[in-house]
Structure formats: C-alpha cells, structure tokens
C-alpha cells in the first residue's frame, strides 16, 4: 500500500519548504499531501490514513493539539505517527504535546536533516 | 531535483482532477490522460479509443498524452503549461530549502560560538562547519596573531593538501591570497602547485578572509581533489561563516586581553598593598579594628595596655663620625635589618625607626618583650664577634621597656595622614632607655614591666631601685636583666648577685660604709660589673659630702 505524509501548516512557505526536504522520498513512491488547517488536516487523516503527519501546533481552525487529541484520542488513530512543530521559545507545549498523544515534537525552524531522517525512520526506508 | 509528473498533478484530491471532470461534462468531451508509462490517469465515461493523442510536454521532454477530438489538444497545451508551472514552484521551493538549510547552519554556528571564549577553539568549529557545509578535502584557519606578529594555524582538517612550513614561511604569498581581506574561488592554482604550497592533486581551492572592520584576522582556506569543486553558493556561505568567526575571535581576544589587563591590575594593587603595610604595621591597623589601609580614616583611635620597646647604639655619634653618610645609612639598616625579624619573632611589631634607635610594640604581653630584648642583646654579641674580626669597633645597644596604656591613632590632617601613638609609656619607656647610660647596663625594665611577668625565676634580675624622672613625682622602679650577656660575664653575676641584693639594701638604709664595702667585694670577682661601680661611687658621695635633704634612694633624673 502506498505509503503517505500530510503536512499541515498555516504559512505556504513552511509546507512547501517540508515537502521539498522529503522531496527524495517521492522516488520511493510516497505520497505528500498538505493541509491549510486543522479542519482540513482532520478530514484528510480520517479520508486517507497517512502514516506520518508533520503538525504545525498555531494553526485558525482548530489548532494542532486539538487536530492532535482528536486523532489519537476520539478517533484511536494510533497509527498516525505525529510530529508537533511550534516555533522555538514555545517549550512548555512540550508536556501538552505528551498529554494529547503526540509522538514526537520538534521546533521550528527546523533542522532540515532531522525531519527528512525522521520521516525516513517512520516510514522504514533506509 | 526531481520533477513534476502527471501523475502528481492529478491526484485523486487535486483540484485539476475536478476541474477537468467538470469540464468534461459540460462540454460533453471524451477525453483520456496517460503519463509516458501508458498508465491511465483520468478518463471520461466514454473512452475516446480511437481518436488522436496529443502529447503533454515539460521542457521538451514527454510527460504523457491527452486522446481526443479536437478540445483535446488545448487540453494537452494546458496540462504542459500546470506542469511548467508546478516545475517553477518547484525549483523555488529548492531554492528557498537552500536558503533555509543555509540559515540553519549559521543559526546553529553562531551558538556553538556563543559557547566558547577560546580562539583556537572558535577555529577549529568554524573549519568543522566549513568542512561540513562545503565538502572539501582539506582545510585550514590561518590566523595573523598582532602581538608576536607571526602567523599561526589554529585548526586544520581533512587530509594534508597543504604544506604548513611552506604556508607559515610564505607570508609574501598568503598576504596576496588569504590575508589580502578578499574572499574567492581560485581556478588557477597552479603558481600555488609549483611553490610546493599545496599538493599537486589539489584541482581547487576556495578561501575566505577573517576580518574584523579593515582589520585582518586570518583566512579559512580549503581545498578539493576535484575540478570546479565549488560554487558561488558555497563562497557566499564561507565568507558568512568566516565573517561571523571573526567577530567571535575578536571578543574572545578583547575578552582576554581584559583578563590580562585585570589581573595586572590587581599584581600592581597587590605590590603596593604589600609596600604599604611595611610602613603602616599591619598590626597597627589591627589593633584599629580595621582590616586594611584603606579602611583607616582621620581620628581612629584605640587603647591599649602594651609593652614600649626602645632601643638605641650607644656612642653613635662617636661610631658614625668615622663613617661616610652612605656607610652611616647601611651601618644602621643592618643593624635594623638584625633587629626587625627578632621583634617580629616575639609578636611585636616596629612603631617606627628614628635613625639609630628603634621603637616596638609588643600588644600581647610583656614578657614578650623581655624575651626579644634578651635575643636582641645575643644578636649585638654575635655581630660584635664579627665586627672584631674585621677589625672594626665593637657595638652596644641600649634596651629600655616599660608597660602602660598606649593610644594608637590616625593623626595629621586632610592631606597628610600618619601612623601616630600618643602616650606617657611610650615617654617613659624612652627614658628607661636613656638609663641604661647612667647604669652602664644594656637591658632595662621598669617594674610596671617585670610585675606582669609570671615566671620571674626564668631569668636573671637585678633590683636597681627608683628613679625619679624629670617633671614627673611617681617614683618608678628600675630592674636590670642580665640575661644575653656572653656566658662567662653571666657566671660570675650569679655568683655576686647575693652579695648585690644586701649592698643595695645597705644603700637605701643610708648604710653607705657597709654598702661600699660589699660593692667592693663584688668588683673583686667581677671587675666589668659597672652597675655595681655606679652605686659605689654614689655612696662613694654621699658619705662624704651626705645626702640631700627628704633623700628616699631614688635618683633624681635630668636629661632626656
């Protein structure tokens, strides 16, 4: 089955800049897609099951942990590996980030490297 | 960078996809889109098996086709055209990836700096992080140090392309290449080749300065066994990297060089702590309830029962006509310099010189400085043996105490502050002093002095009786120690002291025949007891000519 990566973030510079660090990834077959908001980021998870979702936590319409608790706690979407991303400074949302069920957390700005070895060690690809 | 496919345009939540559906419908077109694998990607109710494919195109090279009548080929052109423009924001969504990696490199840069104060260290993470940024096969900072003016390499990476003897020796060259304060990729290195300064294998080389303003720090030189290794990408970044790295080695620097400066400060203060506190005694500042110098003001004051100490050279007048004043000056500074530690040996400390003679405080109790005077008084032996074996003079040294109260004190005014005491002791003590010339005896106490001193039998005494001292009508009592003489004057005193005891109370009983006689007796055995002529030829006196009226055996003392 092909394997999927959502990314949800507000700024279309910060979804474009994750899709184009996994860009490689593309080769092994998988499939990105990108969210605006929470909203939408909750319909794409339910509709399409992706296997990693990179989380943007300040988002309008419904934030990342809310987008974050529902998945993991109302609809038991276990398998959804999800990263929280906040901007630096933001640290206390880290034991938030545990007590919705988030998986990993990581802030913004990002080290490229460690979200595309992320992905890749989420997805099984060496 | 890959590119966009097809396929990737009209997925199954795309937004062309539905564009295309309802387009379709609503013109009644039967269209089909393949991408160059011949795998279906959108087809209409009807397959338009039959019609003519036309080709979906991205800078030349086939994405797939679109099969239909005629509307299918604007549909073709418009699917190149999303492509292209997919393709665009693609190669800017690159671009912006570069320039984010870039920022988070500098990002994570400037923190490693932040975490250190060492300029070798700072360095060798800007070389670490050029290596990394950059690949290259070797690398070194050259850095230009003011003080030694020299050229040092702080860090250096990779494999040994660069010879250092050579890079060290050639500042000539290095001024026109690293420290010139510009920033390159050199495509012709081979001048650098022939000079021996780097490996022949090296095909390119990349170099920026470190500078601070105008001033040059150094250079981050690297290089690479392959041909156009680098880009102007990479030298931006490097002279980014360099440039923050300069900043970073000029604070550690002025950082140090405050540390330097600090530190001799403080060397200077020290000295001159050290300087003052041999003309104020810190004991001084002690007993002011103060812990330093600077803490003293104005009319400090503090009292307390101590023991005086004078001493003086008898005769040296006499000694120091003979002398120049700069033979004068270091007679008394060795003698001084004899003296000084013995005083300090016994918990007393120097008040003050005044020429030949020396005023001590012993503040903790008198027998303190009984013991010092007896050692002083073996020291002047021990340096008369010396002088008779150099031919010269012998030395005597007169030692007077006496304990009382004593006001120690800031005194002077404003602009002049000094060390002062204020007291009848310290008077009294001088005078007790002066005595020793009358008695012809070198070590004097008054009884002030001896009454507080427990262990009495530890030494030698004689009772000298009472003087009276000019303007004063207390009548003081004067004892004489006999320790410190050489040995051999010491034995025949404890023989006679019995003999001196009776004499005297035979004296002050106005038993002047009986007293002269016993004093005789005692100058048979010891001719140098010029203590005991003293009191004989006062009796010698009063029995011839009396006593004077109200006569209670004190001598009445004038001078001093």
């Not at chain 2, 109710?45 to 604007?74: R, T």
């Amino acid at each position: 089955m092909q394997q999927k990566i959502l990314i949800v973030d507000d700024e279309a510079h910060i979804r474009m800049l994750i899709e184009q660090t996994l860009e490689e990834l593309e080769d092994e077959g998988v499939e990105f897609l990108t969210a605006e908001n929470g909203e939408i980021a909750l319909e794409i998870i339910k509709e399409e099951k992706p296997n990693l979702v990179f989380l943007d936590v300040m988002m309008p319409k419904m934030n990342g942990m809310e987008v974050c608790r529902r998945v993991k706690k109302e609809l038991g979407m276990e398998a959804v590996y999800i990263v929280l991303l906040t901007a630096k400074g933001q640290e206390l949302d880290r034991l938030k980030g545990q007590e919705v069920g988030a998986d990993v957390y990581m802030t913004k700005p990002f080290d490229p490297e460690v979200i595309l070895n992320k992905a890749k060690e989420v997805l099984g690809i060496a | 960078m890959a590119q966009p496919t097809l396929k990737s345009i009209l997925g199954k939540r795309s937004e062309t996809t539905a564009w295309l559906k309802s387009w379709a419908t609503l013109t009644g077109t039967d269209i089909t889109v393949e991408d160059n694998q011949h795998n279906l990607l959108f087809c209409t109710e009807n397959n338009p098996e039959n019609e003519p494919a036309y080709p979906v195109q991205l800078e030349d090279e086939m994405m797939g086709w679109v099969k239909g009548k005629g509307e299918a080929a604007i549909m073709a052109n418009l699917l190149s055209l999303m492509l292209q423009k997919e393709a665009d924001k693609k190669k800017l969504g690159s671009e912006v990836l570069n320039l984010y990696q870039e920022l988070n490199v500098i990002y994570n840069f400037s923190e490693k700096l932040s975490q250190t104060i060492d300029p070798d260290i700072i360095a060798q993470l800007t070389l670490e992080q050029a290596m990394h940024s950059i690949p290259s096969t070797s690398g070194v900072v050259i850095s230009w140090d003011e003080e030694s003016r020299r050229l040092e390499i702080p860090a250096r990476a990779g494999a040994a392309l660069f010879d250092e003897s050579l890079l060290l020796g050639n500042s000539h060259l290095l001024l026109k290449i690293g420290l010139s304060g510009q920033s390159e990729i050199m495509h012709d290195i081979s001048f650098l080749k022939q000079k021996g300064i780097v490996e022949s294998d090296a095909q390119s080389l990349i170099y920026a300065a470190m500078k601070v303003k105008h001033r040059i720090l150094g250079a981050i030189i690297m290089t690479d066994k392959n041909a156009d290794q680098y880009t102007a990408a990479h030298l931006k970044l490097l002279v980014t990297l360099a440039l923050q790295s300069s900043a970073a080695i000029e604070s550690a620097l002025l950082f140090e060089k405050n540390i330097r400066e600090v530190r001799e400060r403080e060397e200077a203060i020290l000295r001159i702590h050290e300087v003052t506190k041999k003309f104020v005694p810190n004991e001084f500042i002690r007993l002011l309830g103060k812990t330093s110098l600077t803490d003293v003001k104005l009319g400090d004051q503090a009292e307390k029962i101590v023991t005086v100490l004078f001493t003086d050279i008898r005769d040296f007048t006499t000694l120091s006509e003979n002398m120049t004043p700069d033979e004068n000056f270091r007679f008394v500074s060795s003698f001084n310099e004899r003296l000084g530690p013995i005083i300090r040996l016994h918990q007393g400390f120097i008040n003050q010189y005044l020429g030949d003679s020396i005023m001590a405080i012993f503040p903790r109790q008198p027998v303190d400085a009984l013991n010092a005077a007896i050692a002083m008084q073996i020291a002047v032996y021990e340096l008369n043996v010396e002088r008779i074996s150099q031919g010269l003079p012998i030395i005597k040294a007169g030692i007077g105490m006496h304990t009382g109260p004593l006001i120690m004190g800031i005194t002077g005014d404003e602009h002049r502050l000094d060390a002062a005491t204020i007291s009848d002791t310290v008077n009294t003590a001088a005078r007790i002093e002066s005595l020793t010339k009358y008695y012809r005896s070198p070590l004097l106490l008054s009884g002030e002095t001896l009454f507080q001193i427990a262990d009495q039998d530890k030494f030698l005494l004689r009772q000298l009786g009472k003087v009276q001292l000019k303007g004063k009508y207390k009548l003081l009592s004067i004892v004489e120690c006999l320790n410190g003489n050489p040995e051999k004057n010491l034995q025949k005193k404890i023989v006679t002291s019995a003999y001196f005891t009776d004499a005297m109370e035979a004296y002050f009983e106005q038993d002047f025949k009986n007293a002269i006689e016993i004093f005789q007796s005692i100058m048979a055995i010891d001719s140098e007891d010029y203590t005991a002529l003293y009191f004989m030829e006062n009796a010698l006196r009063y029995q011839q000519s009396g006593v004077p009226e109200n006569w209670n055996g004190a001598e009445e003392m004038v001078s001093k």
